[in-house]
């Protein structure tokens, strides 16, 4: 349990400093969070799935928009988080947080900042599709492949395991 909620609090941290960190690009009506590569985490780990409700939550009170974005862009990013635990497939689970975030952020910062709400739409789904499907999976299967923070279990129930093959190299001095 301490495990779990420690690995869920590097990642809310995790998300929330890359979110400010990168604010010019996480903010606004057409916005490039890199931040939302760590919503594939729950597809591998559910303890994810409060993590980035957090993070999400935190980063959104200091991006300016106020209680609509700190309300419905952190509910959506927690729906999208517990729809990526429920999918079968890695690519599969990066489509909950394209389709969510790109219909409820992309609304609602169409209708407060003027932008055309079908425009806001589109810039929000095709940014998040970008670093869902090409950084978010990649460094998740990257991240399973290198590491055992993903339950080896969770990986083969997943059928990850083809993607975690790659031996480590031993160390000469200890074979």
Do not use: H
């Not at 700190?70 to 394209?98: E, F, Q």
């Amino acid at each position: 349990m301490i495990r779990k909620t420690a690995i869920s609090g590097m990642i809310a941290a995790l998300y929330a400093a890359l979110t400010v960190a990168l604010s010019p690009l996480s903010f606004g009506p057409v916005q490039f969070r890199v931040a939302e590569a760590l919503t594939l985490l729950p597809f591998f780990m559910p303890e994810a799935i409060p993590g980035l409700f957090i993070g999400c939550f935190l980063s959104n009170i200091a991006g300016g928009f106020g209680l609509i974005d700190i309300v419905i862009g952190s509910t959506a990013t927690l729906a999208a988080a517990w729809l990526t635990y429920k999918m079968t497939n890695i690519w599969l689970a990066a489509l909950p947080p394209v389709l969510i975030n790109a219909l409820a952020v992309g609304t609602y910062l169409g209708l407060i900042t003027d932008t055309p709400v079908v425009y806001s739409i589109l810039y929000i789904g095709i940014s998040q599709a970008v670093i869902c499907f090409c950084i978010g999976v990649p460094l998740c299967l990257l991240i399973a492949s290198r590491t055992e923070i993903f339950d080896r279990e969770m990986l083969a129930r997943r059928k990850i395991k083809k993607w975690v093959t790659v031996e480590k190299k031993k160390n000469r001095a200890n074979p």
